[in-house]
């Protein structure tokens, strides 16, 4: 068998192969002994540590969560570890979704008489869906017999927005053995983002009791507000017009103090760029007051704004830090409390704009086909668009999913669309492409829009689903203050938004190379959108036969499926066309006079 190293084939044996099977196998199945601790802030990335964990399918985040204990909490859902829902053929498919399971932890050497006690924080919902009645949240051990024995149950249907801590003994003996395990499971909806559980702060230890709910402990927690005011990103080039105008002048912190009494802790703040490595402030907080146990509190920065760059492009990294002596922790030897101490919060600074965060807690899709959704975004200066990057979060039933080769399969209608009077307008460009599910969470597919579209100030990417089946966007709820920037339109009026709380992860890019490919390829249709001294009406719409349009003057009518694929292409010389020998579906129908090009949605009946 040959393996390739620096891009040269290299001969293993199969022994070879065998035993490093073996030792793998070895290393990832290894015992665990007490004190087991993982409050998960010192984890890197969506999966848990796996010296201490076996993922089912939960994602560590501290963007669902609200008031957790520390940074970072595992979240349950009706998704995989991948993002994909268990179930995408049926919409309300119940059962089992994510599991955590630990590693297996030695306890032979252990009796009743040492009092061991499993500890842990949860919440339902955060800002995810509230699980419902019928939904739990469940906790198992392992026993001597390898038997999963349920041990707690939680269910759903009430909502708080702080979490619980619960502590389980473990005084049965069939639990005392070398390959004892302990698991967290959920049962929901598999469809996708739905009945969301939160653990963290997961402790198992010997000389407990169920009153030992503290530790030498004050975590930070989150920030609670950000950088940019107008953008959660921006590019460098606009930031720069008027920083003071594009900053807010706070930034606020919070920290949670998990020991038994309060504590006169000192703080600090960081601002870094962390492309150029240069930094901009470093120095202690102001003094506070004592902070109670179990008490959340909040510190903020006052700062200006920063404007002195090297490159076009910045990530500045906002860091608040707990000067705290948690590193010494008697009781978990081993485990440094401190990682904890810190958060950080990111501006970037680079060649897009985007309302969201980077995480997205739900999927949003239009109601219905050939309905459209635009989001408004606000130039400080005038400049062009290049591409735009969607982030697509699927749920539900998506026949696109069935066939594992493919990613994603459903068509939609992308456009630039100018303002009128604060709302979205005339398109000036657009183009039909393929809604693409990655391979992990929180990913963003970028579509080439082929040219550069100039843009004075306002500008509205816009797209239109033209099948019935699923598109969803992702949608980062932590942002709500940028809802009003979507609106949407029934195929009459555009109207705000003012039920979706939070922003679509949806994010246009500033043109910094000359625009790539040719226009007008298979699977893509672009058009500038231009009137013909009147606006064109299509009609009878649906047909069955005759399609018909008001305007005189088109030469040349170009006919496409919701694939991008040209299906029929005619000169023409009246004001009708016989689509009647086409297959019942929905086309795009690009309409020219020789100069200018304007596209309609028209369906054909049987």
């Not at 492309?275 to 004592?290: E, I």
């Not at 978990?332 to 810190?342: I, K, Q, R, T, V």
Request: proline share 5%; aromatic share 12%.
């Amino acid at each position: 068998m040959n393996f390739f190293s620096d891009n040269r084939p290299v001969s293993i044996c199969r022994s070879v192969i065998l035993l490093l099977l073996i030792s793998l196998q070895t290393a990832l199945c290894q015992t665990v002994q007490l004190p087991f601790f993982d409050d998960f802030s010192a984890t890197n990335g969506a999966s848990p540590d796996a010296k201490f964990w076996i993922n089912g399918g939960i994602t560590i985040n501290n963007s669902f969560p609200i008031n957790q204990p520390s940074k970072n909490v595992a979240t349950f859902d009706g998704r995989n570890a991948t993002g994909l829902p268990y179930d995408y053929t049926n919409q309300l498919a119940y059962g089992r979704t994510d599991t955590l399971t630990s590693r297996p932890i030695n306890l032979s050497t252990y009796k009743p008489a040492d009092s061991l006690y499993l500890s842990f924080f949860w919440e339902a919902k955060g800002i995810g869906e509230l699980p419902d009645d019928d939904d739990t949240l469940m906790v198992s051990f392992l026993n001597k017999r390898n038997v999963w024995i349920p041990v707690w149950k939680q269910h759903g249907g009430i909502r708080s927005d702080n979490f619980k801590q619960e502590l389980i003994a473990i005084k049965d003996t069939t639990y005392l053995h070398a390959g004892f395990q302990f698991r967290f499971e959920t049962k929901g909806r598999q469809s996708g983002a739905f009945d969301t559980w939160h653990i963290d702060y997961v402790y198992l230890n010997k000389n407990r009791n169920f009153k030992d709910i503290y530790t030498k402990d004050i975590a930070g927690t989150k920030f609670t507000s950000s950088y940019l005011k107008r953008y959660s990103a921006m590019p460098m080039r606009q930031y720069l017009v008027n920083p003071a105008a594009e900053v807010n002048d706070t930034l606020k912190a919070e920290m949670f103090n998990l020991k038994a009494d309060g504590d006169y802790v000192e703080f600090g703040w960081r601002i870094e760029d962390i492309v150029s490595k240069r930094v901009y402030y470093d120095a202690p907080g102001t003094a506070f007051g004592n902070l109670p146990p179990r008490i959340t509190g909040t510190r903020q920065l006052v700062y200006q704004p920063v404007k002195d760059f090297t490159s076009n492009k910045a990530i500045l990294k906002f860091q608040f830090k707990v000067n705290t002596s948690d590193d010494n922790q008697p009781d978990l030897p081993g485990y440094n409390l401190a990682l904890n101490d810190s958060i950080s919060t990111y501006a970037i600074l680079d060649d897009f704009y985007a309302y969201d965060d980077g995480t997205a807690e739900i999927g949003a899709d239009f109601d219905q086909s050939l309905g459209k959704v635009a989001i408004q975004y606000v130039l400080s200066k005038p400049d062009s668009i290049g591409a735009v990057r969607f982030n697509f979060s699927p749920y539900f039933s998506n026949p696109y999913l069935k066939d594992t080769s493919e990613s994603g399969g459903q068509y939609f209608l992308l456009q630039i669309l100018e303002s009128d009077k604060g709302k979205p307008g005339k398109p000036i460009h657009q183009v039909s492409v393929r809604a693409t599910y990655g391979k992990q969470v929180n990913n963003f597919t970028e579509y080439d829009l082929k040219r550069n579209i100039a843009i004075k100030d306002t500008f509205y990417v816009a797209w239109t689903k033209i099948t019935q089946e699923v598109i969803a966007v992702g949608v980062d709820k932590n942002t709500p203050q940028f809802a009003d920037k979507i609106f949407y339109n029934d195929g009459t009026n555009w109207t705000r938004n003012i039920s979706l709380k939070g922003s679509l992860m949806v994010r246009p890019v500033i043109a910094t190379k000359p625009a790539g490919g040719n226009t007008g390829g298979p699977g893509s249709i672009t058009a500038i959108e231009e009137p013909f001294g009147e606006p064109l009406v299509v009609y009878p719409n649906p047909t069955t036969g005759v399609l018909r349009w008001n305007v005189t003057g088109i030469k040349h009518i170009r006919i496409f499926d919701v694939g991008g694929r040209e299906v029929l292409a005619r000169n023409i010389e009246g004001q009708e066309l016989n689509v009647g020998n086409l297959p019942a579906n929905t086309y795009l129908v690009n309409f020219s006079d020789g100069k200018k090009n304007l596209i309609r949605k028209i369906v054909v009946l049987d």
